[in-house]
């Protein structure tokens, strides 16, 4: 048995996710609606709505193919210097993403003064649960691994081993070195494939997340910046998912799937903010409740994620350590990811003092 990517899981998932948060978006809460900002403009905000969902779908396709595509030309290919400088920047942004991004938003939610005293206020719960999904993520690496490893070594004597790898290409050589490469070869893409698809999971709840957080946005000045900081790191989020699945060297048919689901999840978030952002209540207790433990799990997810199967991966990997210059090439472009994604999310600030008025000529014409 071979782990692979099953669509119908990941609908399921994704289907309850969405009625979880629709569902809490129409709920009465015991705190009152608060107007979003006196900037509130629904017709401009609704236009700006519909350039996010095409900007953020065009960032997410284009991010997550690159790789794909790329892996046919050698100065983009697995293992080739490039490759390794843009996956670091990627793993800095996707660390960026979990740290700065999420977390501290799941600690605003489930530290809201809408929810009771009773437990919420009593315990980090955001840090907890943070805490425990990095755990989680690293028991199933952990374990997936370990199951596919053994399954391989029991079924490599009847054959399977072709299958384990995907009819991986071995050149040359005699017989003895091409069944030791094809052995290699098939444990790295063990570890790729439970690497991509854990890490598509913790991706694709943090995007729906955030698409609906924007779909239900009616203050322009909160949308314009929203749109900007997701499409880029959209981008920089796929070409880290996309790396992986080509190292994975997955079947064109998970591989289509994978990559679809990231490309449509946000702008389909964003679409559903829309439908129903006429009674959505953020502050209801089950809106805070449900954003607050997925945003917590993704985090968390997407911390052991960026720091053990990306970058650390990487950074200790024979291709990397035998290079000086390549060594100090991603290590500055982790640093240059994560102060991006840094920067991004001070990008209201920036917005309010420098782009307001140029950036309002801009949009309104959307």
Known sequence: MKLSFNASTTFFILHCLILQISLAAAEESECEMKGESDDENKPLALRLKIG??????????A???IPIFGRSYAILAPGSNLFFILKSFA??????VGLIHILPESFEKLGSPCLPEKPWHLFKFAGFIAMLSAIITLMIDSFASGYLKKSYAENQDKGA??????????EGGSDKNNQAAMHTNSQELIRYRVISQV????????????????????SPSTIRPLIAALSFHQFFEGIGLGGCIVQARLKLSSTV?????????????VIIGI???????????TTLIVQGV?????????????????????????????????????????LLGAAAMSIIAKWGWIYRIYCKKRCSLLFVHI
Do not use: P
């Open 52 to 61: 996010a969902i095409f900007a953020i779908l065009f960032a997410s396709f």
């Open 63 to 65: 991010g997550v193919v």
């Open 91 to 96: 793993g800095g942004v996707l660390l960026a």
């Open 161 to 170: 081993a072709d299958e384990m790898i995907n009819k991986t290409d071995v």
């Open 199 to 218: 890490l598509e999971i913790g991706i694709v709840i943090h995007s729906m997340i955030i698409g609906i957080a924007l779909g239900t946005s009616q």
């Open 257 to 269: 799937i994978m990559a679809l689901f990231f490309t449509l999840t946000t702008s389909v978030g």
């Open 275 to 285: 439908g129903i952002a006429s009674s959505y209540n953020g502050n209801s207790i």
């Open 294 to 334: 997925l945003d917590s799990s993704a985090a968390g997810i997407l911390i052991y994620m960026a720091l053990v199967d990306l970058l650390a991966a990487d950074f200790m990997s024979k291709e990397v350590q035998k290079s000086g210059k390549l060594q100090i090439a991603v290590n500055i472009s982790v």
